[in-house]
T-cell receptor, first 115, second 116 residues
Framework: AQKVTQAQTEISVVEKEDVTLDCVYETRDTTYYLFWYKQPPSGELVFLIRRNSFDEQNEISGRYSWNFQKSTSSFNFTITASQVVDSAVYFC????????????FGKGTRLSVIA | DTEVTQTPKHLVMGMTNKKSLKCEQH?????MYWYKQKAKKPPELMFV???????INESVPSRFSPECPNSSLLNLHLHALQPEDSALYLCASSQDPGGHTKYEQYFGPGTRLTVT
């Protein structure tokens, strides 16, 4: 079965704190793709990152960083020095390589950054 | 340019109305998607078009009818909807749906639909 678990339903932090959003996935495929999306209150899903299963390099983009660990089937997302504009719902998602398959989303983590 | 546009932004319709949602992308993507998202839930896939042909229909009721007139446009025709169909409808697109590499989907801002 293909599944994404985001155990944290809601997180609240004070501005400038660091925060990590957890994502654990399940798949039988050896080739798969992981994504993070941000959904601010306006509603649009904003693509943040794609990671291929054969590329375990971690990535940093400004205040954002991602830690991909195949050994624990996790793809965690850290925001450093959080800002109020980071307040949103964050979705982790999985896509596997067998044919034309749908994107499987986790239930999302609502992040509130308080000034 | 990674933009997907959707119109209208908001739509209120009665249960006997017929309306259409429109989606457009000019990124040369060959896969386009419709998702439905209820409050505090993740998006749920409804339809996938691959090279302008319907490739996935996730058991969506026939009161929702998708159409892909060309590679840049995607419509969702609505007829005889129920109040429980009220939701945010998101369109997305991605490149090379049949290829070996799976690419990210780019989403539009959505249409917030209310059925009265």
């Amino acid at each position: 079965a293909q599944k994404v678990t985001q155990a944290q339903t809601e997180i609240s932090v004070v501005e400038k704190e660091d925060v990590t959003l957890d994502c654990v996935y399940e798949t039988r495929d050896t080739t798969y793709y992981l994504f993070w999306y941000k959904q601010p209150p306006s509603g649009e899903l904003v693509f943040l990152i794609r990671r291929n299963s054969f590329d375990e390099q971690n990535e940093i983009s400004g205040r954002y960083s991602w830690n991909f660990q195949k050994s624990t089937s996790s793809f965690n997302f850290t925001i450093t020095a959080s800002q109020v504009v980071d307040s949103a719902v964050y979705f982790c998602a999985l896509l596997w390589n067998s044919g034309n398959t749908p994107l499987v989303f986790g239930k999302g983590t609502r992040l509130s950054v308080i000034a | 340019d990674t933009e997907v546009t959707q119109t209208p932004k908001h739509l209120v319709m009665g249960m006997t109305n017929k309306k259409s949602l429109k989606c457009e992308q000019h990124m040369g993507h060959r896969a386009m998607y419709w998702y439905k998202q209820k409050a505090k839930k993740p998006p749920e896939l409804m339809f996938v078009y691959s090279y302008e042909k319907l490739s996935i229909n996730e058991s969506v009721p026939s009161r929702f009818s998708p159409e892909c007139p060309n590679s840049s446009l995607l419509n969702l025709h609505l007829h005889a909807l129920q109040p429980e169909d009220s939701a945010l409808y998101l369109c997305a697109s991605s490149q090379d749906p049949g290829g070996h590499t799976k690419y990210e989907q780019y989403f539009g801002p959505g249409t917030r639909l209310t059925v009265t």
